[in-house]
């Protein structure tokens, strides 16, 4: 089944401490990003990739950090996080990047709470 | 910063009726405009999307109409019902990024 693969689904960590968000695509799709999800603010991207070992910064991207040495990986760390970083965080892939007549797959999410 | 404008933030619709959701943007760069639907504890989904030189596309129930002149587009489901009640964003792409709206939380109520 195509899918995109998000792990954990559920997170409470501390403030600080250095967590990784895996991401997973067994579709090949060149195309791999972050996006955190709030009240009010929609889906905003945090980081994006166009294919390996290429990335580049979304809209949000301070206090993430993102690695692309695979095709079908794209974990999401943060090094320190902190409470405002608390969040529905989505996984997506897509076969290119957004072009027109391109669908992008989204993960489950991972809600994130920093205490 | 890019931005997409959605309106309105949440609408209750009748069983039958019909949904219109509204979107605007600001840079001339987007090339592609899909409408996500995401439904609680899932991920967004695509359900449709249009290009600018198309000013309307539909897919059953589901119409986009699009004013390249005025950058705006907008959301209609026809015949709304109970299981198309989710949280609908419109978006914006360009070569590299996404720029997603707020977001629309749609209930249809029987």
């Known amino acids: 089944e195509a899918q995109v693969t998000q792990n954990p689904r559920y997170l409470i960590t501390v403030t600080g401490k250095k967590l990784t968000v895996t991401c997973s695509q067994n579709m090949n799709h060149e195309y791999m990003s972050w996006y955190r999800q709030d009240p009010g603010l929609g889906l905003r991207q945090i980081y994006y990739?166009?294919?390996?070992?290429?990335?580049d910064k979304g809209d949000v991207p301070e206090g993430y950090k993102v690695s692309r040495k695979e095709k079908r990986n794209f974990p999401l760390i943060l090094e320190s996080p902190s409470p405002n970083q608390t969040s529905l965080y989505f996984c997506?892939?897509?076969?290119?990047?957004?072009?027109?007549?391109?669908?992008?797959?989204f993960g489950q999410g991972t809600r994130l709470t920093v205490v | 910063q890019q931005q997409v404008k959605q309106s309105p933030q949440s609408l209750i619709v009748q069983k039958g009726g019909i949904s219109i959701i509204n979107c605007a943007y600001e840079?001339?760069?987007?090339?592609?405009f899909p409408w996500y639907q995401q439904f609680p504890g899932k991920g967004p989904a695509l359900l449709i999307a249009?290009?600018?030189?198309?000013s309307e596309k539909k897919e059953g129930r589901f119409t986009i109409s699009f004013n390249k002149s005025a950058k705006q587009f907008s959301l209609h489901i026809m015949d709304s019902q109970p299981g198309d009640s989710a949280t609908y964003f419109c978006?914006?792409?360009?070569?590299?990024?996404?720029?997603f709206g707020p977001g629309t939380s749609l209930s249809v109520i029987p």
């Open positions: 990739s166009m294919n390996v070992e290429v990335t």
């Open positions: 997506a892939s897509s076969q290119r990047g957004p072009a027109p007549n391109t669908e992008a797959f």
């Open positions: 840079n001339t760069a987007f090339d592609y």
């Open positions: 978006a914006a792409t360009s070569y590299d990024k996404v720029i």
């Open positions: 249009i290009r600018p030189d198309v």
